[in-house]
Each structure stands twice: as structure tokens, then as C-alpha cells.
């Protein structure tokens, strides 16, 4: 016990080595997103808290619309050196042979849910209805795929639409559509504002990270 408390007590107390060293330049990077939706509030958050700055990185925030392609060609040409967007529209670019390198996923599990106008409460409302999705290459279409056919949704059609999902949501505020498949927070505005969330496309029990 004697040489060990000897062992703790002469070991030299590490600091944070990703902390900047006094005097150190903090270093600039660019960061974009490819999208304006809650579902980033990970990055919102740490850059309102300062929390890049507290390790020495100056990130300067952009937004660059025209969706994942643009982005990635901005990072391909090192106009920026980071990218916050949808792990399924990455990969594929990825897999194709875009200059990017996959390095951490914030979302957990398959997040998404399907939320409804007023008058549809359950599964079995969206028969002869339709679902708002932004486009057909995406993963929220391939798991409504697997949904509609799992409860014998034959006549639901999966519409793309386009747009983000803030502007999807402002269709099915209008009327314009009956559902759409969204993220996380937008369930919490949809109950504010008396839409139903019909079912967590999570429970279909696919794999995922």
C-alpha cells in the first residue's frame, strides 16, 4: 500500500492534451451544414456555447444549400473542412468516391417518425393517403418503403416532395399533404401545434448505429 500511494503521488497530473497550449493560435476551420433544422442542434449547441473556442478552433458556421453534392464538392475542394448532414446522403457520394472520411454519428437508432394531420390518429388513416418524403434516394424512403409494406399499405403513396423538413412541415401545416416522415424536435412542434405522430419508423426493428 506504502509503494503504491509513493506510485500515485510521484505520477505527474496530466492535463487535457486536446486543450491549446498558452499562447497558442486558435486554429480556423469551415463548417457546413446542409440543411436548417433542429435535427443539428448538436452543432447549434456547441457553437452558441463556445465550446470549438474553449479547444482552440475558431469554426466559422456556413450554410450551403443545394443539398448533399454541393457540400461535399465543397469539402472535396477544402472550401470547407467539415461537414454536418445526413449520414445517408453522404455515403453514398462516399461509396461513389467523393473525398470524405465518415468520422462520428450524433443520431442514435432511426429517428424518424411519421407525423399526421389532425384527422389521421393511427397506421391504418394513411390508407389512400400520402406521405411527403424530399426525395427518392434517401433513407426516410426506403424505410417507409419497408413501413407500407409491413402494415399492407398498398394505396399510401410516398411523395417526393423536395424541400427541407421545415418546409415540409409548413406544407402539412397548409394542407397540402396529409403526412411526412421528420426528425427529432420536430415531434415536440407538432404536438404544440395538434399534429399526431402516427409511428416511430424506429420500431420496425431494422438494423442501424
Do not use: W
Amino acid at each position: 500500500m506504502a509503494l503504491l500511494a509513493l506510485a500515485v503521488t510521484a505520477a505527474p497530473l496530466r492535463a487535457n492534451p486536446y486543450l491549446p497550449k498558452p499562447g497558442e493560435a486558435a486554429v480556423t476551420v469551415y463548417l457546413s451544414t446542409c440543411a436548417v433544422t433542429g435535427g443539428f442542434m448538436h452543432v447549434y449547441t456547441a457553437l452558441d456555447q463556445k465550446i470549438f473556442e474553449k479547444y482552440g478552433i475558431n469554426v466559422k458556421h456556413v450554410v450551403i444549400r443545394g443539398g448533399t453534392n454541393v457540400n461535399l464538392a465543397a469539402l472535396g475542394s477544402d472550401e470547407v473542412q467539415f461537414l454536418y448532414c445526413a449520414a445517408d446522403s453522404t455515403m453514398g457520394a462516399m461509396a461513389a468516391g467523393r473525398d470524405a472520411m465518415l468520422i462520428a454519428s450524433p443520431l442514435v437508432g432511426l429517428p424518424y417518425m411519421i407525423i399526421a394531420r389532425k384527422d389521421i390518429r393511427t397506421v391504418q388513416d394513411l390508407k389512400g393517403k400520402n406521405i411527403a418524403i424530399g426525395t427518392v434516394a434517401g433513407l426516410p424512403f426506403r424505410l417507409l418503403t419497408v413501413f407500407t409494406k409491413k402494415f399492407g399499405l398498398t394505396d399510401t403513396e410516398i411523395r417526393p416532395i423536395g424541400g427541407t423538413q421545415p418546409e415540409r412541415y409548413a406544407a402539412l401545416l397548409q394542407g397540402l399533404v396529409h403526412s411526412s416522415a421528420f426528425t427529432p424536435p420536430m415531434d415536440a412542434r407538432a404536438k404544440k401545434d395538434g399534429l399526431n405522430i402516427v409511428y416511430h419508423l424506429n420500431d420496425l426493428g431494422l438494423p442501424s448505429i
